[in-house]
């Protein structure tokens, strides 16, 4: 599993850190984090529900931690209506990722955007309500690329900029 840094120093999300936007572009590194993060959160014990726009999503999942033994539940854009309902389902306890957000209809976002702890993550340029989720009240920021009226650092391919309350910076994975 790919160790998470910011500022050169290991990070592990906490409950704090929610929710989570990961904004990224096609190869920018955004999709590997997310994948990354859910799987460090997952073998920390979390339960998780992600629904991702392509099955790679899980594949990725398991190449980095293995075996999930039921409690990371996937769902793929053809699936979106048995998403919702066991969102619907009482799932409070579980970390939902939506990945690949440009792909999902408002209903979908709306929903995820209900729930207390989830991340969000895909490119926000093409997302369908952008403007609504940028206004968002985020804990925790990560942008692998740039969006209008966010200011970036300069960063080198596959590096992110973290924003949080407690802390802001460069964030990479173990190389």
Same mark, same amino acid.
């Given at each position: 599993?790919?160790?998470?840094?910011?500022?050169?120093?290991?990070?592990?999300?906490?409950?704090?850190? @929610?929710? &989570?936007?990961?904004?990224?572009?096609?190869? &920018?590194?955004?999709?590997?984090?997310?994948?990354?993060?859910?799987?460090?959160?997952?073998?920390?014990? /979390?339960?998780?529900?992600?629904?991702?726009?392509?099955?790679? &999503?899980?594949?990725?999942?398991?190449?980095?931690?293995?075996?999930?033994?039921?409690?990371?539940? @996937?769902?793929?854009?053809?699936?979106?209506?048995?998403?919702?309902?066991?969102?619907?389902?009482?799932?409070?306890?579980?970390?939902?990722?939506?990945? /690949?957000?440009?792909?999902?209809?408002?209903?979908?976002?709306? &929903?995820?955007?209900?729930?207390?702890?989830?991340?969000?993550?895909?490119?926000?340029?093409?997302?369908?309500?952008?403007?609504?989720?940028?206004?968002?009240?985020?804990?925790?920021?990560? @942008?692998?690329?740039?969006?209008?009226?966010?200011?970036?650092?300069?960063?080198?391919?596959?590096?992110?900029?973290?924003?949080?309350?407690?802390?802001?910076?460069?964030?990479?994975?173990?190389?």
């Amino acid at each position: 599993m790919k160790k998470i840094f910011v500022n050169q120093k290991e990070f592990k999300f906490t409950q704090a850190d @929610f929710p &989570a936007l990961i904004h990224g572009e096609d190869h &920018a590194g955004a999709s590997f984090y997310t994948i990354s993060t859910i799987g460090n959160l997952f073998l920390e014990g /979390n339960k998780i529900i992600v629904l991702c726009g392509y099955p790679m &999503a899980e594949e990725q999942f398991k190449n980095q931690i293995g075996e999930t033994k039921g409690d990371a539940t @996937f769902f793929t854009k053809e699936n979106e209506k048995k998403f919702l309902d066991n969102l619907s389902h009482g799932l409070d306890n579980r970390i939902i990722l939506l990945k /690949n957000i440009e792909l999902f209809s408002e209903e979908v976002i709306q &929903a995820v955007l209900k729930k207390e702890k989830f991340i969000l993550s895909g490119d926000f340029n093409k997302c369908v309500i952008k403007d609504k989720i940028l206004t968002e009240p985020f804990n925790t920021k990560i @942008f692998f690329s740039p969006l209008p009226k966010i200011e970036l650092p300069s960063l080198e391919k596959f590096q992110g900029y973290f924003i949080s309350e407690h802390l802001k910076g460069v964030t990479t994975l173990e190389v």
